[in-house]
């Protein structure tokens, strides 16, 4: 291995690897913005207890 191959290896690790922690950072970012900004639209669901087989909100927030 030649000075000039070890030199180009060397300032491709410099470059990927922040990049690389840039994108996995920037996701993280969007991940956290998006859980706390975005607020669900309530489902229609049945709201007193009973009614056979259907499930039912534990308590609706709608």
């Not at 994108?23 to 009614?51: M, R, W």
């Amino acid at each position: 291995m030649n000075a000039q191959s070890k030199s180009r290896r060397s300032w491709l690790l410099w470059t990927l690897i922040p990049a690389a922690l840039a994108v996995f950072a920037a996701a993280n970012i969007h991940l956290v913005y998006v859980a706390v900004t975005s607020q669900p639209d309530c489902v229609p669901h049945l709201k007193e207890a009973g009614g056979g087989e259907t499930y039912r909100a534990a308590k609706s927030a709608c």
